[in-house]
């Protein structure tokens, strides 16, 4: 209970007026002399006593009426549960968040659900008095209202320029965030700190709008009113594009490339034969259909050849529905032309098994520029201008030191290793494995030479990409005969390729931030085994730099709307044009900075999905792809009455009076209509019984 015009209660004491009154009135009656006849004094008291009742009720009766009057002009409300019987009847700062999430843009046979929240959002704006105030905020947008906006002209459709500020469509493909809508909105409150706090959260609920972890939100909202107001379509019919990865790991030009798309069903209705395509470069160059259930998911497969090297850019897309955002997922490759690669190793003898493999003489079409040195031959130049480096039996690097080739490494470059005769294990993994993170090598096993390997080839990962194309699942690979072999420990960080018979590593792979690590833990030289010599040999060693710097760099890891793109190139120049070109063709000019190892490229302005290329001058130097957080496809609404519950609030529908229903909890139920009636029947009794004769 509580009182809306709780001034007027100070008239109160007003009761007492017809009691002080009363006994003020009354006179005390003369003593006359009389006839005493029996019959008249019993009749004299008889009469006396019901004088008394009716002066006792008509009292009862003023003193009632002034007191109904008072409280009826104090206008008292009931409140209702949850609400701050305070905040009843005050000042009101109302503080509306306005998804503008991607998902609002789902078309229905109304028209678009934000539109359909900005029409709520009017009725919001309509409720207030011209001493309230108000903000919209747009989670991904702006908060228009930076400060107090007074109502006047907000109300009954605001055609005005406010109104066009904060019901503009929203520009980008941003998930939800009304959390921080919430945050900011606290800030706001802030400034009216006697007023009523009023959050209106006006969405489409899909998905996870809140992560409910986030226990500050619930301490937030516990003095303010908190409406829940879900927009949502009955009938949706819209599939997404969840994600489009490269099957194929290895690309070479002229090489036929697998696409992998991942669709689902997001909306309400099953969706029958619906056209998948894979666009690359701009053009189609396949296509599959597939029916899909609400709510199920499915995987096609498309192909592609990659006709040249340099960047490229694809995406997988579907016809289009009532999200159309969703309805594409783009990547980007980069296709290795040329690759340079420095093999450095103690003798030519030792080189030559690798330089053969790697640039065989007289070839038609080489893919590689080999360039062999000795290790007191190699420079930090060489580094810089390589792709891939193959260390064959090297245990010391005079000009170079091992610190370079763990740069190298780290920034993106392919390292291979090959033990030998030359190497000491404790060395080679006190400077090399050990800084990169790498398990150390153990002593040698076997004899140099022998005739008797000490161990025969074990297993063989063929789903490995390496290996993808080149031999038959069930092919019978002959065993190299190795004699001396170098123990591996065991660690999470490598993955092994080959196994020997024992089942120890006979080759590992190693991601080492941007670069790849692929360690032998026996050598080429033929005194420690004949792999040289055998068919395994020479594609896994010509196909071991085109897929790490596949897996390293060419394959871009695609980027969310709104996340920064950045890039560390350790080629380009710091002095150059660089911009950025956005999927509308817009180019933003762009200033790199020097950072440790290379020069460090950052955008921000990710707000579209599509491709984003770096441009040095005219030249494509780099490729991103930018995609919508798959989560926001999930059409489906969350549990808006549980959210209600863990916010404090209540949940206003679509078929609710929006007006009455915060009426109500603005002024509460008021009690003055009927105290006015109980008045006016307390004066029509006090009425009736005056006038009767005594």
């Known amino acids: 209970m509580t009182f809306l015009n709780p001034s007027v209660l100070y008239a109160l004491p007003a009761v007492t007026l017809p009691l002080l009154i009363h006994f003020f009135a009354r006179r005390r009656a003369k003593v006359l002399p009389f006839s005493s006849l029996r019959f008249l004094k019993e009749l004299q008291q008889s009469e006396i006593r019901r004088l008394r009742l009716r002066e006792w009720l008509l009292l009862l009766l003023r003193t009632l009426a002034v007191a109904l009057a008072v409280l009826a002009f104090a206008r008292p409300a009931v409140v209702p549960p949850g609400v701050n019987p305070k905040a009843v009847g005050s000042r009101v700062a109302a503080a509306v968040v306005l998804d503008d999430s991607y998902s609002m843009q789902v078309a229905t046979p109304k028209g678009k659900l934000f539109l359909e929240a900005c029409d709520r959002v009017d009725q919001i ?4 008095n011209a ?9 991904r947008g702006t908060a228009w209202a930076s400060k107090a906006i007074p109502v006047r002209g907000l109300r009954g459709g605001t055609t005005g320029g406010r109104r066009r500020r904060w019901a503009e469509e929203p520009r980008g493909a941003y998930d939800t965030d009304l959390a921080g809508g919430v945050k900011t909105a606290a800030n706001w409150f802030a400034r009216f700190a006697d007023a009523r706090h009023e959050l209106y959260l006006v ?8 992560a409910r972890q986030d226990t500050t939100l619930r301490t937030r909202t516990k003095d303010w009113q908190v409406f829940l107001i879900p927009v949502s379509a009955e009938h949706i019919l819209n599939a997404s594009v969840q994600q489009a990865r490269l099957e194929s790991q290895i690309l070479e030009p002229g090489s036929a490339v697998q696409v992998v798309g991942n669709l689902a069903n997001t909306g309400t209705e099953a969706l029958e034969e619906r056209v998948v395509q894979l666009g690359w470069q701009g053009r189609p160059v396949d296509q599959t259909t597939v029916s899909l259930k609400p709510g199920e998911g499915k995987s096609v497969r498309l192909r592609v050849i990659l006709a040249k090297s340099g960047w490229q850019s694809g995406a997988v897309s579907l016809e289009d529905d009532a999200l159309t955002t969703d309805n594409a997922f783009w990547f980007a490759v980069q296709v290795p032309g040329r690759l340079k690669v420095l093999v450095v190793a103690g003798t030519r003898r030792e080189a030559r098994p690798v330089a053969t493999a790697l640039s065989p003489p007289g070839a038609e079409h080489q893919i590689y520029d080999v360039v062999v040195k000795t290790p007191s031959q190699v420079a930090s130049a060489d580094l810089r201008d390589v792709d891939a480096t193959f260390l064959v039996d090297v245990n010391a690097l005079p000009a170079l030191g091992w610190a370079e080739v763990v740069r190298f490494v780290r920034q993106g470059g392919t390292l291979v290793v090959f033990p030998g005769p030359q190497v000491e294990p404790r060395v080679l993994s006190q400077q090399l494995l050990g800084p990169l993170g790498l398990p150390p090598l153990g002593e040698a096993r076997g004899t140099p030479g022998s005739a008797v390997p000490v161990l025969t080839l074990g297993r063989i990962d063929l789903s490995h990409p390496l290996f993808q194309g080149v031999f038959e699942k069930k092919a019978r690979i002959a065993s190299p005969a190795f004699y001396v072999v170098l123990h591996s420990l065991s660690s999470p960080r490598i993955r092994p390729i080959l196994s020997y018979s024992d089942g120890s590593p006979l080759l590992y792979e190693a991601s080492v931030d941007a670069g790849q690590v692929f360690v032998f ?3 080429v030289d033929t005194s420690w085994s004949d792999l040289s010599r055998r068919g395994l040999f020479v594609p896994l060693v010509v196909r071991l730099p085109i897929y790490g710097q596949s ?7 695609p980027v969310t709307v709104g996340q920064k793109l950045r890039l560390v190139d350790r080629r380009l120049p710091l002095e150059n044009d660089y911009a950025v070109q956005r999927p509308n063709g817009v180019r933003v000019k762009i200033t790199p900075r020097a950072v440790g190892g ?4 950052e955008y921000d302005e990710t707000d579209v999905p599509g491709i984003y290329e770096l441009l040095a001058g005219r030249d494509v130097v ?3 792809a930018v995609n919508p957080d798959p989560r926001e496809t999930n059409l489906k609404q969350a549990d808006v009455q549980a959210l209600a519950s863990w916010l404090g609030g209540r949940v206003i529908g679509p078929g609710a009076d929006l007006g009455k229903v915060v009426e109500s909890t603005r002024r509460g139920r008021e009690l003055w209509p009927l105290l006015s009636a109980l008045l006016f029947a307390v004066l029509l009794a006090e009425t009736l019984l005056a006038r009767t004769r005594p």
């Open 131 to 139: 001493s309230d105030v108000a903000v919209v905020i747009r989670p």
């Open 551 to 557: 897996k390293g760099q060419s394959i871009v890891v």
């Open 521 to 523: 833990t026996t050598g």
């Open 598 to 601: 290379g020069v460090l490229f």
């Open 125 to 128: 704006l309509s409720t207030l």
């Open 203 to 210: 969405s489409d609920f899909a998905g996870q709008p809140f």
């Open 622 to 624: 780099h490729v991103w």
